[in-house]
């Protein structure tokens, strides 16, 4: 693989795409780390959160009392606090995405009111840089904000499946 040619050809459509491609590139990254923090979370580590829970609620003797009802309360939204944590941020950073293409998007187009205002007319060749400048981040955005909410629902999904399944768990034991 030529990485020195990838990360030319990145290095290029950065620069055409003007400085809020880079912050849309940042944002894309941060989302994903959260994305995957996630997934190895219900990959790896939840079995482990809902299975201390149903030793803890096994190793009861009482499961009819108020007590127990508020215990076992306590033990589902031990594990739902878990298994949420970081899908609100992971949403916010997916809705986000588009509104920094947006803003590319308006910067772009200042650059082309400015090419049009200094030269004096509208010369596309011109006018060129200032309209790419003002495309490529609103699809970055779009596409960074598309493959996120996928993933975002599903793992949102996800996260109420398995508190269901835990829930449903205590109340049989």
Known sequence: MDFQGA???????????GPILTWIMALTFVMWAFILERLAYFGLAHKGVAGRAIREWGARSDHSSWH?????????????LKADQNVELIKTL????????????????????????????????????????????????MVSALSGLIFSSQIERMAKRRVHELADELEVG
């Open 94 to 141: 997916v809705a986000l995405a588009p509104l920094f293409g947006l803003l590319g998007t308006v910067t772009g187009m200042v650059a082309v009111f400015d090419v049009m205002a200094i030269s004096g007319s509208s010369d596309a060749r011109a006018m060129s840089a200032g309209v790419a400048r003002a495309t490529i981040p609103t699809m970055a955005g």
């Open 68 to 80: 127990a009802h508020a215990i076992r309360d306590q033990l589902i939204s031990e594990v739902k």
């Open 7 to 17: 990360f030319s050809g990145l290095q290029e459509f950065l620069e055409r795409g």
